[in-house]
């Protein structure tokens, strides 16, 4: 069973910066692919990153490509999420999963994920 807890979220105004973190717990972390998924109100569940578990892979989505930056430090457990250039369409409930697959999380599955934490961008 892998914990995830996830925080560094806030209020912060567009085009400003802001760096998320996710702690893993209860396994290996090097084992597990991470990503980071996030969720507007009465909006469906969107993919942002994903990396694996050596953090030799990285992918994003086309919406944040270019302005977000995923890495991972597995000697701390931890997985980051390095947002630059903040808009208003980012604000959500930013959470992290985990999976042993990387190719899992490129469809939008997880076995594991955290609670979230949120992300607000004024414009």
């Known amino acids: 069973q892998v914990q995830l807890v996830e ?14 973190s996710c ?12 990503g980071w998924f996030r969720q507007a109100p009465g909006k469906e569940r969107e993919f942002v990153a994903a990396i694996s ?4 892979r990285t992918y994003y989505a086309d ?10 430090d ?7 999420l ?7 369409e980012d604000t959500a409930l930013y959470f992290c999963v985990a ?3 990387y190719n899992t999380l490129l469809r939008n ?12 961008v004024s414009s």
């Open 7 to 20: 925080s560094g979220g806030g209020l912060v105004q567009a085009g400003d910066s802001l760096r998320l």
């Open 23 to 34: 702690v893993g717990s209860g396994d290996i972390f090097s084992n597990y692919a991470m």
């Open 53 to 56: 578990g050596l953090g030799t």
């Open 63 to 72: 919406s944040v490509q270019g302005r977000f930056t995923t890495t991972r």
């Open 74 to 80: 597995n000697a701390r457990n931890t997985v980051y």
């Open 82 to 88: 390095q947002m630059f250039n903040l808009k208003a």
């Open 99 to 101: 999976d042993r697959l």
């Open 109 to 120: 599955e997880y076995a594991y994920w955290g609670q979230g934490t949120q992300v607000t």
